[in-house]
């Protein structure tokens, strides 16, 4: 029954999107974007991180947030080379260390432990940072173009079930690739759609309940 609604879920997302494409709207409307004035922190989204780090910077030279916080990153398999005395330098900490780099204090950038697999890992552990006591009522999430509405979605319902009341924003990349008008255009663009459909579709119906 479960992998009856998977398969029926997945083409109607694949429908959805072929529709849509008609109207030249499905990669725009994964583009959010709604940067508040100021902001208490923002928060570094994991991934591919070196468009997101540009992002940020800019977004500090703007003044737009007091500070930075980054979710540690999962590194898988990499753990495992760690316990034999491998030092591994994880995409977390390239992050900060790029910030520092280019000029945002260290003191500034605050790095959560989390073992982070997935944007809503990152969700929870932020939840959970100002819950106890990383007091701040407004977030602006940096992340990729394309990624930006999903990440949206899932960290105001995380807080939505919070006892905080804490306002998200949300700053794709300009650095980013994906051309949200002409997505179809490229196979890159066509992934990036479709993957990011399938994925705020499969959290609405089978991930939300874990938050």
């Known amino acids: 029954m479960l992998k009856f609604r998977i398969i029926f879920f997945a083409v109607l997302v694949?429908?959805?999107v072929v529709y849509t494409a008609g109207c030249?709207?499905?990669g725009i409307w994964l583009v959010r974007e709604d940067v508040p004035r100021h902001s208490d922190a923002m928060v570094i989204l994991?991934?591919?991180f070196p468009d997101r780090v540009l992002q940020a910077v800019d977004l500090w030279k703007q003044r737009k947030a007091d500070r930075i916080i980054i979710v540690e990153e999962g590194m898988g398999p990499f753990a495992s080379l760690e316990k034999r005395g491998v030092r591994i330098v994880s995409n977390s900490e390239q992050a900060a260390s790029s910030l520092v780099t280019l000029g945002i204090p260290a003191d500034s950038i605050t790095i959560l432990p989390g073992d982070a697999r997935s944007t809503l890992n990152e969700a929870r552990a932020v939840r959970n940072y100002i819950e106890a006591g990383g007091s701040a009522d407004t977030?602006?999430?940096?992340s990729s173009a394309a990624h930006?509405?999903?990440a949206s979605i899932i960290f105001r319902i995380a807080f939505r079930h919070s006892g905080s009341q804490v306002y998200v924003g949300s700053s794709p990349s300009a650095y980013s690739n994906f051309d949200a008008k002409r997505w179809w255009r490229e196979k890159e663009g066509i992934q990036s759609v479709i993957t990011e459909y399938l994925k705020i579709g499969s959290f609405v119906l089978f991930e939300r309940r874990k938050i």
């Open 46 to 48: 994991m991934g591919g």
């Open 24 to 26: 030249r709207r499905a």
């Open 14 to 16: 694949l429908l959805i």
């Open 139 to 142: 977030l602006l999430l940096v």
């Open 148 to 150: 930006m509405r999903r």
